[in-house]
Antibody, heavy 112, light 107 residues
């Protein structure tokens, strides 16, 4: 069955960096586009980034453009989100998603 | 960017009630709309895609309609497990924006 497991979240100071990973299993990872979506505590859902199946096409939300980088390693069935210059407003649960399948999320807290 | 609005922001309803949630896009998105259900502490669950197609495994009491800029999610007979927050999301153009959500709680 399809499984998406995020990791890499944690507490980081403003201006710091963090790299999230999403391990995929149960499907042919290289056949599917992937996305990151986040949810700040008590708030709604915010789409963050998209990457095509080959990695050749990428999009970002304006709120993270220039600071976050999405990537994937199809040989390792893994999706990544490199987050730099983190701000307090980046505090959220980050989900990786493949169409109708979502991971359980990983919490990123940006605080001094 | 396409902005998504939802109404109402919250609704109190009883088991058995018919509940309707509307979603409006700031510009036409054809039928590129999805509806999600989210319960506290859980990842969102896809209910409807392409505005009116029921995701496999989702009960038939959920239905979606609309195209262009105006969309509706209807729960025909509210069940106890349906108390949750519902989000629409447009998939017509990037960024794939979500609506602000509609919380359905118990009257």
């Amino acid at each position: 069955q399809v499984q998406l497991v995020e990791s890499g979240g944690g507490l980081v100071k403003p201006g710091g960096s963090l790299r999230l990973s999403c391990a995929a299993s149960g499907f042919t990872f290289s056949d599917y586009y992937m996305s990151w979506i986040r949810q700040a505590p008590g708030k709604g859902l915010e789409w963050v980034s998209y990457i095509s199946s080959s990695g050749s096409t990428i999009y970002y939300a304006d709120s993270v453009k220039g600071r976050f980088t999405i990537s994937r390693d199809n040989a390792k069935n893994s999706l990544y989100l490199q987050m730099n210059s983190l701000r307090a407003e980046d505090t959220a649960v980050y989900y990786c998603a493949r169409e109708n399948y979502w991971g359980q999320g990983t919490l990123v807290t940006v605080s001094s | 960017d396409i902005q998504m609005t939802q109404s109402p922001s919250s609704v109190s309803a009883s088991v058995g009630d018919r509940v309707t949630i509307t979603c409006q896009a700031s510009q036409g998105i054809s039928s590129w709309l999805a509806w999600y259900q989210q319960k506290p502490g859980k990842a969102p669950k896809l209910l409807i895609y392409a505005a009116s197609s029921l995701q496999s495994g989702v009960p038939s009491r959920f239905s979606g309609s609309g195209s262009g800029t105006d969309f509706t999610l209807t729960i025909s007979s509210l069940q106890p497990e349906d108390f949750a927050t519902y989000y629409c999301q447009q998939a017509n153009s990037f960024p794939f924006t979500f609506g602000p959500g509609t919380k359905v709680d118990i009257k």
